[in-house]
């Protein structure tokens, strides 16, 4: 009987498994060679993620709390409690752990995933793109593959392979650039159909084997960023988002280091979500205060694993990279 009429057995196979713990063991090898720690964080905080594209779980914990929030979510990435131990004085440091994300599930997403994270001070985040695909390939070479890096800046994508300016079109042309891509349009913002310009028109014809850091985003996208002008007037964020063939499977940013700033995006945050009538997680104090205690210049990155995986292994299915999927938990 096939895999599939025995829903108890493993959505991937035993080779699947194998690969992702030699890929678990090249992970650490590769940062113990350069000086980065190991790290665990709480899985459970008092406060939650509050990007508007991001939803997280929450539960109830039941025990003493003396005072404390009985409410607690689940982390959508280690990033907030990384980020007060460089406040700290910690140092470089990474951690290899599973995070949580409600409502993403399907081929490509899973509602509990794996994510390396990782910190490197000193650094920004054109420096760090280097070093995330030094790990991809050495990612890659288990498998006897390879892939070289191009670096684009966003807006020179976006010019080059739709023929728009994304930081001066406005959504008329964004839509029209969709060509036959029919979306929806009830509450999608500008970046929104940015977004789906990137993956439904950019994404797909991504070349196969060879890897594209996309870098200096949209003001508008800073998420945990810092800002500066391009010099033309546009101010850019120093983030950068990478890809394995048509795969995105890394995030980074040079980190925002004002605690003003951050505050105010995380207020911003809610207020969207309070419009849209969602959920709106509470503000991350204790990052604010270490943030605001001083933060070192750095820049981190977030990659899934389980894309990263998926790239290895050939296949489209997250459920391929995984012991049990979602539909098997």
């Known amino acids: 009987m096939s895999a599939a009429g025995t829903p108890w057995r493993p959505s991937a196979s ?29 899985v459970m905080s008092m406060a939650g993620n509050t990007d508007p594209n991001i939803a997280s779980f929450s539960l109830q914990f039941s025990g003493r709390t003396d005072g404390a929030p009985r409410t607690r979510w689940l982390r959508t990435s280690p990033e907030f409690p990384l980020k007060r131990l460089l406040a700290a004085g910690f140092g470089d440091c990474y951690e290899l752990g599973r995070v949580f994300r409600d409502g993403e599930a399907g081929g490509r997403h899973n509602p509990e995933f794996t994510m390396l994270e990782w910190y490197r001070v000193g650094w920004d985040h054109r420096r760090l793109i280097g070093e995330t695909a030094d790990l991809v390939r050495t ?19 976006y010019r080059d392979r739709l023929g728009l300016d994304p930081f001066v079109a406005d959504e008329g042309q964004l839509r029209a650039a969709l060509g036959e891509v029919v979306i929806d349009p009830q509450g999608l913002t500008r970046d929104d ?34 800002l500066r002008d391009d010099g033309d007037g546009h101010p850019v964020a120093e983030r950068f988002e990478l890809y394995l063939g048509p795969l995105e499977v890394a995030n980074g940013y040079h980190e925002l ?19 849209r009538g969602e959920p709106a997680p509470p503000r991350d104090q204790a990052l604010l205060d270490a943030l605001a205690a001083g933060f070192p210049d750095c820049a981190g990155v977030a990659l899934g694993v389980d894309r990263l995986l998926m790239a290895m292994l050939g296949t489209g299915r997250i459920a391929d990279a995984l012991a049990f999927d979602f539909t098997r938990a």
């Open 193 to 226: 159909w940015l977004d789906l310009l990137m993956t439904h028109r950019l994404q797909p014809g991504f070349a196969a084997d060879r890897m594209l850091a996309v870098c200096d985003y949209p003001a508008s996208q800073c998420a945990l960023a810092r």
């Open 14 to 42: 035993f080779e699947a498994l194998r690969l992702r713990a030699r890929l678990n063991a090249a992970v650490r090898g590769f940062f113990a060679e350069r000086g980065v720690t190991e790290v665990e964080t709480p």
């Open 257 to 275: 280091a004002d605690a003003a700033e951050q505050g105010a995006r995380f207020d911003r945050d809610r207020a969207l979500r309070g419009e």
């Open 139 to 157: 990612a890659l070479a288990l498998v006897g593959r390879e892939a070289p890096l191009d670096t684009i800046r966003y807006r020179d994508l």
